[in-house]
Nanobody, 119 residues
C-alpha cells in the first residue's frame, strides 16, 4: 500500500488549504481501515486532524472540527482534506495515513507534504 499527498505548498492566510491523498495497492473502501490526516507543525508533535472510514463516516479533532472537512472519491481511490480560514499556525507537514482499526495501528504513511501559510 502506498499513499501520496498532493496539493499546494503555499497558502495565504484566510484561504482554504486543500490536500489530496492518492492511495495505491489497496482500496479505501476495504473494511477495517480508516484514512486519516495527521500534521506536524515545526518543532511540535504530531496532531491527529480527522479521518474518513471505509464506509465514508468522518471524524474530526474537536479543536479543528469547525474548519475541517474530509471527503473521498472512491472512483479515484483518493481522499481529500480541506482546512478553511488558515493562519500561520496551520503551517506544518501534512501526512495521510492508513489506520488499521482492528490492530489499532497506523500502518502506512505518506511521505508528507510541507504546507506553509504566509502572505
Amino acid at each position: 500500500v502506498q499513499l501520496q499527498e498532493s496539493g499546494p505548498g503555499l497558502v495565504k492566510p484566510s484561504q482554504t488549504l486543500s490536500l489530496t491523498c492518492t492511495v495505491s495497492g489497496g482500496s479505501i473502501t476495504t473494511n477495517t481501515y480508516s484514512w486519516t490526516w495527521i500534521r506536524q507543525p515545526p518543532g511540535k508533535g504530531l496532531e491527529w486532524m480527522g479521518a474518513i472510514t471505509d464506509s465514508g463516516y468522518t471524524h474530526y479533532a474537536a479543536s479543528l472540527r469547525s474548519r475541517t472537512s474530509i471527503s473521498r472519491d472512491t472512483s479515484k481511490n483518493q481522499f481529500t482534506l480541506q482546512l478553511s480560514s488558515v493562519t500561520p499556525e496551520d503551517t506544518a507537514v501534512y501526512y495521510c495515513v492508513r489506520r488499521n482499526r482492528s490492530l489499532r495501528t497506523y500502518d502506512y504513511w505518506g511521505q508528507g507534504t510541507q504546507v506553509t501559510v504566509s502572505s
